[in-house]
Protein backbone atom coordinates (compact mmCIF):
# COMPACT_ATOMS: atom_id res chain seq x y z
CA UNK A 1 0.00 0.00 0.00
CA UNK A 2 1.05 3.41 -0.47
CA UNK A 3 -0.30 6.71 -0.35
CA UNK A 4 -0.15 9.21 -3.62
CA UNK A 5 -1.76 12.52 -4.40
CA UNK A 6 -5.08 12.43 -6.83
CA UNK A 7 -4.55 10.94 -10.40
CA UNK A 8 -6.74 10.63 -12.51
CA UNK A 9 -6.16 7.11 -12.92
CA UNK A 10 -8.05 5.94 -10.03
CA UNK A 11 -11.05 7.78 -11.00
CA UNK A 12 -13.16 4.71 -10.87
CA UNK A 13 -11.37 2.90 -7.77
CA UNK A 14 -11.90 5.87 -6.07
CA UNK A 15 -15.96 6.61 -7.07
CA UNK A 16 -16.60 3.56 -6.04
CA UNK A 17 -15.18 3.94 -2.48
CA UNK A 18 -17.26 7.05 -2.36
CA UNK A 19 -20.11 5.13 -3.13
CA UNK A 20 -19.76 2.50 -0.71
CA UNK A 21 -18.12 5.13 1.82
CA UNK A 22 -20.89 7.91 1.80
CA UNK A 23 -24.03 6.38 -0.23
CA UNK A 24 -26.04 9.46 0.01
CA UNK A 25 -23.54 11.55 -1.75
CA UNK A 26 -23.94 11.45 -5.78
CA UNK A 27 -20.34 10.52 -6.94
CA UNK A 28 -21.70 10.80 -10.27
CA UNK A 29 -20.47 14.77 -10.54
CA UNK A 30 -16.95 13.57 -8.72
CA UNK A 31 -14.27 16.24 -10.03
CA UNK A 32 -10.60 16.88 -8.64
CA UNK A 33 -10.23 18.95 -6.04
CA UNK A 34 -9.34 22.34 -6.72
CA UNK A 35 -5.86 23.18 -6.93
CA UNK A 36 -3.81 24.01 -4.10
CA UNK A 37 -6.14 21.59 -2.12
CA UNK A 38 -4.89 18.56 -0.70
CA UNK A 39 -6.30 15.12 -1.89
CA UNK A 40 -4.67 11.77 -0.72
CA UNK A 41 -5.19 8.39 -2.13
CA UNK A 42 -4.42 5.13 0.05
CA UNK A 43 -3.36 2.70 -3.09
CA UNK A 44 -3.49 -1.34 -2.85
CA UNK A 45 -2.83 -3.11 -6.30
CA UNK A 46 -4.15 -0.24 -7.79
CA UNK A 47 -6.95 -0.07 -5.99
CA UNK A 48 -8.11 3.12 -4.19
CA UNK A 49 -8.92 1.49 -0.53
CA UNK A 50 -8.46 4.98 1.37
CA UNK A 51 -9.33 9.05 0.86
CA UNK A 52 -9.03 12.20 2.38
CA UNK A 53 -9.37 15.84 0.65
CA UNK A 54 -7.83 18.86 2.92
CA UNK A 55 -10.07 21.88 1.22
CA UNK A 56 -7.67 25.05 1.68
CA UNK A 57 -9.03 28.00 3.10
CA UNK A 58 -7.43 31.48 3.25
CA UNK A 59 -9.17 33.55 6.13
CA UNK A 60 -8.17 36.80 5.09
CA UNK A 61 -9.61 39.04 8.33
CA UNK A 62 -7.17 36.81 10.31
CA UNK A 63 -4.55 36.68 7.45
CA UNK A 64 -4.60 32.84 8.18
CA UNK A 65 -4.99 29.69 5.68
CA UNK A 66 -6.64 26.76 6.94
CA UNK A 67 -8.18 23.11 5.96
CA UNK A 68 -11.31 21.83 6.19
CA UNK A 69 -11.36 17.78 6.19
CA UNK A 70 -13.56 16.05 4.11
CA UNK A 71 -14.40 12.80 3.00
CA UNK A 72 -12.13 10.75 5.30
CA UNK A 73 -12.77 7.17 4.56
CA UNK A 74 -11.59 3.42 4.21
CA UNK A 75 -12.33 1.02 2.16
CA UNK A 76 -14.40 -1.69 4.28
CA UNK A 77 -12.24 -4.76 3.54
CA UNK A 78 -8.69 -2.70 4.58
CA UNK A 79 -10.26 -1.19 7.77
CA UNK A 80 -7.99 -1.49 10.84
CA UNK A 81 -4.71 -1.29 8.81
CA UNK A 82 -4.22 2.50 10.08
CA UNK A 83 -4.60 3.55 6.45
CA UNK A 84 -7.06 6.88 7.73
CA UNK A 85 -4.06 7.56 10.37
CA UNK A 86 -1.25 7.54 7.55
CA UNK A 87 -3.84 9.57 5.30
CA UNK A 88 -4.39 12.22 7.95
CA UNK A 89 -0.69 12.22 9.16
CA UNK A 90 0.90 12.55 5.36
CA UNK A 91 -1.77 15.41 4.95
CA UNK A 92 -1.12 17.11 8.14
CA UNK A 93 2.78 17.02 7.17
CA UNK A 94 1.88 18.97 3.82
CA UNK A 95 0.16 21.59 6.18
CA UNK A 96 2.78 22.03 8.21
CA UNK A 97 5.11 22.63 4.84
CA UNK A 98 2.72 25.31 3.30
CA UNK A 99 2.27 26.84 6.50
CA UNK A 100 -1.78 26.10 7.40
CA UNK A 101 -2.59 27.34 10.89
CA UNK A 102 -5.11 24.88 11.70
CA UNK A 103 -7.57 21.87 10.40
CA UNK A 104 -11.52 21.76 10.95
CA UNK A 105 -13.76 18.71 10.17
CA UNK A 106 -17.02 17.60 11.24
CA UNK A 107 -18.47 13.70 11.45
CA UNK A 108 -21.50 11.60 12.05
CA UNK A 109 -22.35 11.69 15.75
CA UNK A 110 -22.92 7.81 14.99
CA UNK A 111 -19.08 7.44 13.98
CA UNK A 112 -17.82 6.77 16.96
CA UNK A 113 -14.71 4.78 15.88
CA UNK A 114 -13.90 8.24 13.61
CA UNK A 115 -14.10 10.12 16.65
CA UNK A 116 -11.75 8.50 18.51
CA UNK A 117 -9.30 8.52 15.59
CA UNK A 118 -9.59 12.09 15.21
CA UNK A 119 -9.06 12.51 19.01
CA UNK A 120 -5.80 10.37 18.94
CA UNK A 121 -4.36 12.10 16.44
CA UNK A 122 -4.72 15.43 18.36
CA UNK A 123 -8.24 16.78 17.43
CA UNK A 124 -10.57 18.43 20.04
CA UNK A 125 -13.90 18.15 19.98
CA UNK A 126 -15.25 22.10 20.31
CA UNK A 127 -18.83 22.96 21.67
CA UNK A 128 -20.06 24.07 18.92
CA UNK A 129 -23.78 23.70 16.43
CA UNK A 130 -23.45 23.09 12.94
CA UNK A 131 -25.47 25.34 10.99
CA UNK A 132 -26.62 24.93 7.16
CA UNK A 133 -28.56 26.43 4.94
CA UNK A 134 -29.23 25.57 1.65
CA UNK A 135 -29.17 27.39 -1.47
CA UNK A 136 -29.40 25.09 -4.43
Same mark, same amino acid.
Given at each position: ??????? #???????? #?????????? @????????? @?? @????????? =????????????????? =?????????????????????????? #???????? @??????????? =???????????????? #?????????????
Amino acid at each position: MEIVSYE #EKYNDSLK #ELLTMSFPTV @DVKKFEKAS @DG @DIELLCVSN =NLVVGYVVFNKIVDKVR =NISYCYANYVCVHNDYRNQHIATKLL #EKAFSICK @DEGISYIELTT =NPTRVEAHELYKKLGF #EQRNTDVFRKEIL
